[in-house]
């Protein structure tokens, strides 16, 4: 990303997406809307970048020389590795989660089958449902 800070000239007057971080602000700030309110002055709609709140601020060419905005241009002038590195961890967790969901089918199967030879017993039917809510639970959940 590129940084803009110290002298506000009229080129570089606050727009619509970029990020306003310093001290007036608690967190960093996106900019959703700009209106011009009278000569070195601007009524600022910006969004926490972590709590999502949204604040109206009137902004003077003074306050902005204080903050550091941080553009939103976009280059392309990353690691193609490490574009290939991600994407393979990204395929071999999407495996990992595949692996873990048969091999707790196969144990949720074994240990329903281990309670069902058991008969009428309260404890096996209190396992085979215990194992099959557990099973139930990992593939609905994303983070298991």
């Known amino acids: ?10 080129k570089q007057l606050v727009r619509e997406g970029q990020i ?3 001290p007036l602000f608690s967190e960093p700030m996106r900019v959703e809307t700009v209106r011009v309110n009278g000569p070195d002055t601007w ?12 604040r109206k601020v009137t ?14 241009r ?3 002038d990353g690691d193609g590795r490490l574009l ?3 994407l ?20 949720v199967k074994r240990q329903s089958a281990k309670a069902a030879a058991q008969g009428d017993d309260p404890r096996a039917r209190a ?6 809510r557990y099973r139930r639970t990992l593939a609905s959940d994303g983070t298991a």
Request: charged share 20%; hydrophobic share 40%.
């Open 59 to 72: 902004l003077t060419r003074r306050d902005l020389e204080g903050l550091t905005i941080l553009g939103t």
């Open 74 to 76: 976009h280059t392309y």
């Open 1 to 10: 990303m590129e940084e803009e800070t110290g002298e506000i000239s009229s």
């Open 88 to 107: 393979q961890a990204y395929s071999l967790g999407i495996a990992y989660e595949f692996f873990l969901y048969r091999d707790i089918t196969r144990f």
């Open 84 to 86: 290939r590195l991600g």
């Open 127 to 132: 396992v085979g449902f215990l194992m099959s």
């Open 20 to 22: 306003l971080t310093g």
């Open 43 to 54: 009524v600022v709609g910006l969004v926490g970048t972590q709590s999502e709140r949204f």
